[in-house]
């Protein structure tokens, strides 16, 4: 690093922040220029090696950063007698997928992938010639800086992906779904259902071959964790009491809309790492623009899908509904991630109002089908997804019986081996919480917690049963 006295300008205050970035810009400029052209080419290849390795870094602790907006967004939207567990299940998924990932998901997804499956790639680490130049031998730098980028960077931005697939199962079946039943699953999700579908897609096999495309993950992703969700759902039921017999829906209040909101948001936040990252790329001008459409595209899907499902809420759902708006923003998200380079924006904006079209109605969908989705997570990850990866034939230059082709065979293949997961959980170690639990709530008697225990009334033994505000 250069010292600030070469360049007395280039100190703290207003004209450091001016000439510090212009006077090393310029060295920058001159050392180059000064170089022979051989020895140009290949500062310039290591340049774009490391901004390639930071841009998946970064881009993947964005990625990560959705598992708080998942946990906020669950968290809120359940009982404030269940909001605990939720915090529980995504620390835990979070935590199974990266597990499980690096020991054997990375390799069947990406390593000697044939037409369905890769090999077992235990413990998916550096490369040698990593290893070796770690280890001081600079002659290996060649050979890791043509690789493009740093081996276990993109191992960590494909992990991160994983998870948030995971997190759409624990949103739906939040509140009665068995605490350990679930993090089975979660092992099964991302060691093998994921890593399969991935080897299908991104990791060259039978898919990639047809032309599926699928550019950060509507189906891949999100709708392999809708399926998934939608297996359990069914599996599982509903909560007690949530669908009457006369048909009608129990209202099941969220215990705080605020954190539901924020939720939201940082899924908003984050989905710029998720779509703008999967780039792949950050060593050329061209990857920085298509970079930056990406992720403005991505903005305006979003934006698009709060504002239709606002004007749909009330014909639709019979009220100007906030969560229907919410997950407007998520669908509108995920319809856009199968397609976000289009170049443009005003195709992104219908997009993402049409996926929020598609999730407002799926909401009543399941309503009428009696399946309990406490988040809305199948019509915001599911349905959406597929019609996002559709609407990659007609934005992002995509074929439409290939897309058909794909949405069609990663759901029958998700769905049926999730319900197998599931049915076999059911009848080994129940998968759902008795009804006792489910009343009384999961945080007390299970973890023996109150998320908001200020706001609880609590019974004291001492005082004959009586309750009393703590």
């Not at 709708?223 to 007690?240: F, Y």
Request: charged share 10%; proline share 3%; aromatic share 12%.
């Amino acid at each position: 690093m250069m010292n600030s006295t070469a360049f007395p300008l280039a100190g703290r205050g207003l004209l450091g922040k001016v000439f510090r970035p212009v006077s090393a810009a310029f060295l920058a400029t001159l050392l180059l220029a000064s170089l022979p052209a051989a020895a140009s080419a290949s500062t310039g290849a290591e340049s774009a090696f490391v901004f390639n390795t930071l841009s998946f870094l970064v881009w993947g602790a964005l990625v990560m950063w959705m598992c708080a907006g998942f946990t906020m967004l669950e968290s809120g939207s359940v009982r404030s007698k269940n909001a605990s567990v939720i915090c529980l299940k995504n620390v835990g998924l979070y935590s199974i997928a990266g597990i499980s990932y690096f020991v054997v998901g990375y390799g069947l997804m990406y390593t000697d992938v044939g037409s369905f499956i890769g090999s077992l790639d235990w413990f998916y680490g550096s490369s040698p010639d990593e290893l070796a130049l770690l280890g001081g031998n600079d002659g290996a730098a060649d050979a890791v800086i043509g690789n493009g980028y740093a081996v276990t960077s993109d191992w960590f931005f494909q992990m991160v992906f994983v998870a948030t697939t995971a997190s759409i199962v624990s949103g739906a079946l939040a509140e009665r779904v068995n605490l350990w039943a679930f993090f089975v699953f979660t092992a099964v999700l991302t060691t093998i259902i994921y890593p399969v579908v991935g080897a299908w897609t991104w990791g060259g096999g039978w898919l990639a071959e047809r032309g599926f495309s699928d550019f950060a993950g509507s189906t891949i992703v999100h709708s392999t964790g809708g399926w998934a969700a939608l297996a359990g759902a069914l599996v599982v039921g509903p909560r007690w009491g949530k669908f009457r017999k006369d048909g009608s829906v129990k209202l099941t209040p969220p215990s705080n809309i605020p954190t539901v909101t924020l939720g939201v948001f940082i899924l908003w936040l984050g989905w710029f790492g998720f779509n703008g990252g999967s780039q792949l790329a950050l060593g050329s001008a061209a990857d920085a623009v298509g970079m930056s459409n990406v992720i403005v595209n991505t903005n305006l899907a979003a934006a698009g899908g709060v504002i239709m499902a606002i004007l749909v809420s009330r014909p639709i759902l019979g009220r100007t509904d906030l969560f229907a708006a919410l997950n407007g923003a998520i669908a509108g998200l995920v319809a856009i991630t199968a397609g976000p380079n289009i170049p443009d924006g005003r195709l992104a904006i219908v997009i993402g109002a049409v996926g929020a079209l598609v999730c407002t109605i799926g909401l009543r969908v399941l309503e009428r089908a009696r399946i309990d989705d406490v988040v809305g997570a199948v019509p915001a990850h599911l349905f959406a997804g597929i019609w996002g990866t559709l609407a990659a034939s007609i934005a992002a230059g995509a074929d439409l019986a290939t897309q058909l082709v794909g949405v069609l065979s990663i759901g029958v293949f998700v769905f049926t081996l999730s319900w197998g997961v599931w049915f076999v959980l059911e009848k080994t170690m129940g998968v759902r919480v008795s009804r006792e639990v489910e009343e009384i709530g999961q945080d007390a008697m299970e973890l023996g917690i109150d998320a908001y225990p200020e706001f609880a009334l609590m019974v004291d033994p001492e005082d004959g049963g009586d309750f009393r505000d703590p």
